[in-house]
């Protein structure tokens, strides 16, 4: 008697042990397809929830298998007709110049990948054509209801639209919402996982063969080791986010100056194979087609630059749990002595968890811009240079020169800020002492001579802070336009 295993696949090992398993794997996993719903235990209440996880599950496990042969078919014979295809055409000397040559190559392309995901995911997991599935039991975070934070464990479009945040927004709209309503953070979120990553990541550089780097650089390399994946892959959501960014003025440019001349029906002049081709350039020739792809490219570029701010501020995000995590750790082990000699100042403690851990926070939010504007300026310049001729050269020596300025600009906004921390730091310093000698300070009047010296700090601290404000001021002033923003504006008057 067959039964079905973890997973799906096929068993002949008697019923009863299936059963269990799938009845064991099933309960573990109830959270897993109803809970796209952040609020749904409030919604339906807990046994409608567990009813219609229980059956959604079940129906899963028994169709999963079947699913999974029926899509390895299916790519296979896809991707074999089209490379038949594709290669037919290179034999008839069909080229790039034609539109179908390049959706065929395309295809071919896309569909290799999904057949190379497909057999990936049947190897691994051991499906269809085994006898043992590998059992994969559900992440951990799913098996906690309280746990509703679920954006790293839905598809690939709900991630990309936030689909699975509706209800929760809704509800929210309706009524306050609470704690219990916002449910507890992933395990991979908590401030404990980043900072054991970040300790591993340290010891990592300690064991290295070479001598361990001393200082800031091996604090920058512990961090790279620890968090530099995540801003790898925002970086290049950013730089594809910012090459779609230019399609914007392209369609426009090219709807502009094909409207102006009549937008004429697409009539295709070769024939090969009994078939009528159309090149490439007569179909970007049309403005109904070249409309269609600005709408399209403009919303893949939102979405894209979205995912790269998401995973640019998540990662930052756990970045300053594990040092603020870090430094607790670190204060917890100080003696009384240091900080009774003044090596280490409460308010030096309040700067480095609540200002310093901030500001590696906004670099790492900041990060991927530093890969991604050299970039946007080199193709935007290059773009600007193909409508304009040698006068866009002007705009890219304005900036090469500017360039100079702005790092300057930032040192000094750099150093106003350091001395706003130091002075801040006195300050607060000398306001403590004052609070806990008061009753010294009345017996004694000294209140106006402590006050003349808490108000002197404050008034280095103020010009400090007007200092600050002005670079900042100059350095947006100094900013030059996007390229995208020249295009636009090329366009707009020519």
Not at 120 to 141: A, G, L, M, Q, S
Not at 335 to 347: P, Q, V
Request: glycine share 6%; proline share 4%.
């Amino acid at each position: 008697e067959s039964g079905i295993g973890d997973h799906g696949g096929l068993s002949t090992h008697g019923s009863h042990s299936s059963t269990e398993n799938v009845i064991r794997w099933t309960l573990v996993s109830i959270p897993l397809p109803f809970l796209f719903s952040p609020v749904s235990l409030n919604v339906m209440g807990e046994k409608g929830h567990c009813l219609v996880s229980l059956l959604t599950n079940v129906c899963f496990i028994y169709l999963f298998i079947y699913l999974l042969a029926a899509l390895l078919f299916y790519w296979t014979l896809a991707f074999v007709t089209k490379t038949i295809k594709f290669v037919k055409f290179c034999d008839n000397g069909v080229g790039f110049s034609q539109l179908r040559f390049c959706l065929t190559g395309l295809l071919v392309i896309l569909y290799g990948m999904l057949l190379a995901v497909e057999i990936n995911v049947i190897r691994v997991r051991r499906y269809v054509f085994f006898k043992t599935p590998k059992e994969v039991k559900p992440p951990e975070d799913l098996q906690d209801l309280g746990v509703r934070f679920l954006q790293p464990f839905v598809n690939l479009l709900s991630k990309g639209t936030y689909w699975w945040m509706n209800t929760f927004i809704k509800t929210a709209h309706k009524k306050p919402i609470d704690l219990k309503a916002i449910g507890k953070l992933p395990i991979a979120m908590r401030a404990l996982t980043n900072y054991i990553r970040l300790n591993e990541a340290f010891e990592a550089q300690k064991n290295k063969r070479s001598p361990y780097p001393q200082g800031s650089k091996s604090i920058w390399c512990a961090l790279c080791w620890a968090f530099g994946r995540p801003l790898v892959l925002s970086s290049t959501f950013r730089i594809l986010a910012d090459l779609l960014g230019f399609a914007g003025p392209l369609c426009i440019s090219g709807i502009v100056h094909h409207v102006g001349k009549g937008n004429n029906t697409i009539r295709p002049q070769i024939k090969i194979l009994g078939v009528f081709f159309i090149s490439s350039q007569e179909f970007l020739a049309n403005a109904y087609v070249l409309a269609v792809l600005l709408f399209f490219a403009l919303l893949l570029q939102r979405t894209i630059l979205q995912a790269s701010y998401y995973v640019a501020i998540e990662t930052g995000i756990n970045l300053r749990g594990a040092i603020q995590t870090k430094i607790y750790n670190k204060i917890m082990q100080l003696s009384t002595s240091n900080m009774s000699m003044g090596e280490m100042t409460a308010g030096q403690i309040c700067n480095l968890v609540a200002i310093d851990t901030n500001q590696l926070m906004w670099f790492f939010f900041l990060c991927p811009n530093l890969w991604a504007m050299p970039v946007q300026i080199i193709v935007g310049v290059l773009l600007l240079y193909y409508l304009l001729g040698i006068s866009a050269l002007i705009g890219a020596v304005v900036i090469i020169v500017l360039a100079p300025v702005q790092y300057f600009v930032a040192t000094k906004l750099s150093q106003a800020q350091r001395s706003t921390l130091e002075y801040s730091n006195e300050r607060l310093k000398k306001t403590n002492e004052m609070l806990r000698g008061i009753k010294l300070l009345k017996l004694y009047a000294w209140e106006h001579i402590f006050h003349s010296s808490v108000e002197e700090t404050r008034q280095k601290e103020m010009t400090s802070l007007k200092a600050f404000a002005l670079y900042t001021s100059i350095s947006s002033k100094l900013r030059p336009y996007h390229t995208d923003e020249l295009m636009y504006w090329y366009i707009i008057t020519s």
